[in-house]
């Protein structure tokens, strides 16, 4: 998965789909699930002595959301997009959105196999 902890997404599909960018706070099981904040918010009803909450009552958590119902939120387009992946001249591979064509981050150190410059 091309989505990692930190991107800004957009919920496109689902009860919470909306047009505004949330962040992604975790990554779950290798990229197909992800807990993004303020989406997808249940409540957990917890027992007297919980270490969350010591008086008891409900908690309210965020639960993870299937990968494919959202998309990456490019700041410099100001749309949601799709992520590609690119080697850069000295070989690491990138992320890079695929309607501006900025690049998003390195993904991968380089490799003198993939340096087009030598």
Do not use: W
């Amino acid at each position: 998965m091309k989505i990692k902890k930190g991107d800004q997404v957009v919920v496109i599909t689902g009860e919470n789909a909306s047009s505004t960018p949330h962040l992604v706070t975790q990554v779950l099981k290798g990229g197909q699930k992800m807990v993004v904040q303020g989406v997808n918010q249940v409540y957990k009803h917890v027992k007297r002595g919980h270490p969350k909450s010591p008086s008891g009552g409900r908690l309210q958590m965020e639960m993870p959301i299937q990968s494919s119902n959202v998309m990456y939120y490019c700041e410099s387009c100001s749309k949601p997009a799709r992520l590609g992946l690119r080697y850069t001249e000295e070989g690491s591979k990138e992320r890079f959105c695929k309607k501006c064509g900025t690049a998003c981050g390195t993904i991968s150190p380089p490799r003198e196999k993939y340096a087009t410059s030598k």
